[in-house]
């Protein structure tokens, strides 16, 4: 059986997306240029606050996430895997990867077919001003 999280954050001024590997919400309310895989700030929730149910069925060899991100009326979905190796701890962050890299605490899913360079720059212009949004998270066992 599935499980489903919602994260609720807003955009910022100095969002601009432009990382090729990965997409990254935080709960921080500040953001400078750097971040550039950052999509969202003031997140509701980082990987520790996620439910124990999506983590466990993450944390399975061959399982799948499907993450659908809305802003204002323009949605983008994003497909991912999970692995034995993801910890999910972070109390802050959740990042998504198009690599294999496991070894952060941040890392809710890997080998994603999307990144942040790959959202459609109306939902990124809408972020830089400071738009609402969320994340559903849907987590499908192997």
């Known amino acids: 059986m599935a499980a489903k999280a919602r994260i609720n954050f807003r955009g910022h ?3 601009t997306a432009t990382h090729e590997k990965t997409l990254e919400i935080t709960r921080h309310e500040f953001l400078t240029r750097a ?3 950052i999509i969202g700030v003031s997140a509701d929730k980082g990987c520790a606050d996620l439910d124990d149910e999506l983590k466990k069925i993450l ?3 061959g399982s799948r ?3 659908t991100i809305v802003v204002g009326g323009d949605s983008y979905t994003i497909r991912a895997f999970g692995s034995s ?3 999910m701890t972070h109390p802050h962050d959740i990042v998504i990867r198009k690599t294999g890299f496991t070894n952060c605490t941040r890392t809710i899913a890997i ?3 999307a ?11 809408n972020l830089q001003s400071g738009a609402l949004g969320y994340m559903v998270l849907e987590a499908f066992p192997p």
């Open 115 to 125: 990144a942040a360079a790959d959202l459609p720059r109306a939902m990124i212009r």
């Open 85 to 87: 190796r993801l910890q």
């Open 59 to 61: 944390q399975q060899e």
């Open 111 to 113: 080998r994603s077919d």
């Open 13 to 15: 001024p100095n969002i």
């Open 35 to 37: 971040g550039d895989c």
């Open 65 to 67: 996430l499907v993450a």
